[in-house]
Nanobody, 125 residues
Framework: QVQLVESGGGSVQAGGSLRLSCQVS????????MGWFRQDPGNEREWVAN?????VRNYADSVKDRFTISKEKNSMYLHMNNLKPEDNGMYYC?????????????????????WGQGTQVTVSS
């Protein structure tokens, strides 16, 4: 069973930076898609970025050129620069099992079944 644990959230002022981490265990697939979503209370979970087993990376327009997704053996990261108040939210990491990101609708949260508990990001203006 896949387990994902996020960390690295916090409170920063606008223009600041944070690095989120996602520790993954129990993962057995050679091909995969991993991603970050975020959610504010009352809103649907919003796609932020994803990365493939072949290192193909995709970003939402709202974070492009500010956020960078990366991965190591059992971890995934989200480097967030020039943070804005609209980046506020609980950030979740997820994986789609054996499927590469381009093989399914990897920008929709309900395409995924394995989630971490989330880490809160708060950006003040």
């Amino acid at each position: 069973q896949v387990q994902l644990v996020e960390s690295g959230g916090g409170s920063v002022q606008a223009g600041g930076s944070l690095r989120l981490s996602c520790q993954v265990s129990g993962f057995i697939y050679a091909t995969y898609c991993m991603g970050w979503f975020r959610q504010d209370p009352g809103n649907e979970r919003e796609w932020v970025a994803n990365i493939d087993s072949d290192d193909v990376r995709n970003y939402a327009d709202s974070v492009k050129d500010r956020f960078t997704i990366s991965k190591e053996k059992n971890s995934m990261y989200l480097h967030m620069n020039n943070l804005k108040p609209e980046d506020n939210g609980m950030y979740y990491c997820t994986t789609g099992g054996w499927r590469r990101c381009r093989w399914f609708n990897s920008q929709m949260w309900d395409s995924f079944t394995s989630w971490g508990q989330g880490t809160q990001v708060t950006v003040s203006s």
